[in-house]
């Protein structure tokens, strides 16, 4: 099974590195979905239920939300509050180990960036957040995973670089 979960690994590499490339918000999110599946695969092969749990939650948090995206809507903040409760919830329901706390603060973290209008926001938090999942990826053994969060994090800052502080400064300068 560790050989199969580190293929799922791959394949998180391949969505966390394309989802930080990508320039409108649909697309990262759509990226974030199939990183998110592709994680929890892993951790269950890896017996590590804390994380594929709050992976698999991650993707209900996603759809819920791009249900009010279409009708225009801002997730209302009620729903924002039950997403946390239930993060908190099914960590405790599958914690094991100090470590079972990163993943529940990086779904309140996912939970704050799927809300997010402005790229430049989700790019931010999600630094904050693959730089957590790194720490619970090498305890569990998700090496493969601890690549894919590793290279995530390369991919962001030229993310930031590319979209956030290189346009800035193209903005800055035709003013």
């Known amino acids: 099974m560790f050989i199969v ?3 799922f690994g791959i394949l998180v590499i391949i969505a966390n590195v394309l989802s930080m490339q990508m320039k409108n918000k649909k697309q990262i999110i759509f990226m974030f979905i199939l990183a998110n599946l592709f994680s929890a695969i892993n951790f269950i092969l890896l017996q590590s239920y804390s ?3 709050i992976c698999l939650f991650a993707i209900i ?4 939300n791009k249900i009010f995206e279409k ?7 009620i729903i924002i509050g039950i997403y946390i409760v239930i993060s908190i919830i099914l960590g ?3 914690f094991s180990s100090m470590i079972d706390i990163l ?3 990086c779904s309140i ?3 704050i960036t799927i ?3 402005k790229e430049k926001n989700i790019r931010r938090i999600s630094l904050a957040n693959i730089l957590l999942w790194i720490i619970y990826d090498i305890v569990c053994q998700a090496y493969t995973a601890a690549i894919s969060d590793s290279l995530m994090t390369i991919s962001t800052i030229v993310g930031m670089y590319r979209f956030d502080f290189k346009r800035k400064n193209e903005v800055e300068e035709q003013s």
């Open 61 to 64: 948090q996603t759809f819920i």
């Open 103 to 105: 993943p529940i603060i």
């Open 71 to 77: 009708k225009q809507q801002l997730v209302p903040k």
């Open 109 to 111: 973290l996912y939970t």
């Open 92 to 94: 405790a329901i599958t």
């Open 5 to 7: 979960a580190q293929f």
């Open 115 to 117: 809300i997010q209008d």
């Open 51 to 53: 994380g594929a749990v």
